[in-house]
């Protein structure tokens, strides 16, 4: 499986603001229920040029800062399906400055009909913001969140945030939110140009029946060169499943052809981990995510730890096909972050499971030097090998399963932990080693839990032509019941990356997933 490499050379941010999929059959009327079609209208849009959405704010509202906006909260008491008493719950976020662009929310009620949700100013609560908002027209809303019991009978959760461009996300029971999903991503590395941001611009919300357990939403999506019509059907539960279908269309008459379109784009956040620590921080781990998991069609499953690196850097994994996806937080206990505050062990992994064939492309990893952990850094997405023309739709569909405490995993073994450096060396053995990198990772899984502590398991592992691997070794370890290996690898040319595989083995049957690992050049080339 071919891996690719790019170093991209301008230094860019995701910033946080709140998303994986290939299926030919189009939207059907019976798939958007009661709406007008809006696969056909996405279609329509894509044939016109694009207009960039009005973002005319009143003044004062433009002029609030971070804290000012805030204190603006929408009042709980008015919540789309409160008066009804419905286990799903619609409250709104208010426009300002980072979210300046209207988004148009509808509801579906039961006998079709479709009603529109404007703007009042009543429903929210200003707090200590003086804002003459008497005279303000219909602003629209910044987006929205949903509720629901999610946790126990007496509360009703969030289960789930559309906010900003094309990014949702979304909790399971006992999670706090994380990383974030996307409709789209456009260009995202590997074009010449900056990358481009679609936005669900409208949403249709089918009113839930009493005592319903799922939440069907439409979503029309725009940018200068897509256009796409999404259904998701939101599940709550221990893993929240979101099934999405999707069909987007690339605008005609476009002078800048579209270099990447990434499919199931995921977006989180990695600071430092176990594989890269930081001195001076109390905190052993800060991240949202710490690995990407995929599994091709044939059968092999990978897995790469994530880095807070220099420079940007993507690689790609070249699949024929792919069965999942996800950017995963593999480790769950508390003593490996110490943040009381932020409880990054409750932080979900989103694992996108393709409903249908995707045919061949490649899973791309975008990593992105971040300061903090207030900057997303990490992107991860699929791209088809091929492109559809302009004005051609691509139609797909996944599963979004927002996992907790039981991740998705491989079925024969996996990486508990990826640690980098050496451990105490004489002076004579560390002349030996010097220019080496070293790793000490742990496998534990059912096709390890099987085999005695002396069975003959071995390490087969690989390096690209820039990496020579001096040590491999691997063993039972005692202390944590799991198979420890050892590989040290030194790099030939200290200012290019090394890319690395290993995985376990005993006899002819491959026990582990495939852990790869890219050496990034010594920061001082």
């Known amino acids: 499986m071919p891996l690719v490499l790019a170093v991209l050379a301008p230094a860019r941010r995701f910033f946080l603001a709140a998303a994986v999929w290939l299926l030919v059959a189009p939207l059907s009327m019976a798939q958007v229920g009661p709406l007008d079609s809006v696969a056909e209208l996405a279609r329509s ?10 973002a005319d704010l009143p003044a004062e509202l433009a002029a609030l800062d971070y804290d000012g906006l805030r204190d603006i909260r929408f009042r709980p008491d008015q919540a789309l399906g409160r008066d009804a008493g419905l286990p799903f719950e619609t409250m709104f976020f208010h426009r300002g400055r980072y979210h300046p662009q209207p988004v148009r929310v509808h509801e579906v009620l ?17 707090g200590k913001n003086t804002l003459s908002t008497q005279g303000w027209p219909d602003l629209g809303h910044a987006g929205f969140r949903v509720h629901y019991p999610l946790n126990n009978s007496a509360y009703k959760d969030e289960l789930v945030v559309f906010l900003g461009a094309s990014y949702f996300r979304a909790l399971g029971a006992g999670q706090q939110y ?9 260009d995202t590395a590997g074009a010449s140009g900056p990358e481009e941001f679609p936005r669900f611009s409208e949403f249709w919300i089918e009113r839930p029946r009493a005592g319903a357990t799922e939440l ?15 259904r998701f059907v939101v599940r709550p539960g221990r893993s929240t499943v979101m099934d999405v279908s999707a069909r987007v269309f690339l605008r005609t008459g476009v002078a800048q052809p579209v270099a990447t379109l990434g499919l199931a784009p995921l977006t989180s956040m990695f600071l430092f981990g176990e594989n890269q620590p930081r001195p001076g921080d109390f905190r052993p781990e800060v991240h949202d995510s710490d690995g990407l998991l995929v599994e091709s069609a044939s059968g092999e499953w990978l897995w790469r730890p994530l880095q807070n690196p220099d420079k940007p850097v993507v690689t790609s994994f070249a699949v024929p096909g792919v069965r999942g996806f996800g950017l995963m937080q593999r480790d769950r206990a508390f003593a490996s972050y110490e943040d009381a505050e932020a409880r990054y062990e409750r932080r979900p992994s989103a694992w996108v499971k393709p409903v249908g064939d995707w045919g061949p492309g490649r899973v791309e990893l975008l990593q992105l ?6 900057h997303d850094n990490i992107a991860a997405y699929w791209v088809p090998a091929r492109l559809p023309a302009p ?4 139609a797909f569909a996944y599963e979004l399963h927002w996992q907790g405490d039981a991740p998705q995993r491989p079925p024969g073994a ?17 002349a030996l080693t010097a220019g080496q990198v070293q790793f000490v990772v742990d496998f534990t899984g059912p096709a390890l839990d099987a085999l005695p502590p002396d ?10 032509a820039n990496g020579r691997i001096e040590q491999q070794l691997v063993y039972f370890n005692a202390a944590s019941r799991s198979w420890r290996m050892t590989l040290r690898v030194r790099p030939i040319d200290p200012a290019q990356p090394v890319e690395l595989r290993a995985f376990l083995q005993h006899g002819n049957d491959t026990l582990s997933e495939t852990w790869t690992y890219i050496v990034l050049p010594d920061a001082a080339h």
């Open 45 to 54: 849009r894509s044939t016109q040029p694009w207009r960039v959405p009005a």
């Open 110 to 126: 039961e006998n079709g009909q479709v009603r529109d949700v404007p703007w009042r100013r009543t429903d929210y609560d200003y």
């Open 178 to 186: 994380g990383l974030s999903a996307r409709g789209l991503a456009i």
């Open 216 to 230: 069907v939403i439409h979503a029309l999506l725009e940018s200068p060169r897509a256009t796409g019509a999404y």
């Open 369 to 374: 030097p971040t300061p903090d952990e207030t």
């Open 391 to 394: 004005g051609e739709a691509i």
């Open 414 to 430: 996996w990486t508990v932990q990826s640690r980098r450096g050496q451990g105490y060396q004489r002076a004579e053995q560390a």
């Open 455 to 464: 069975a003959p398991v071995r390490v087969v592992a690989n390096s690209d």
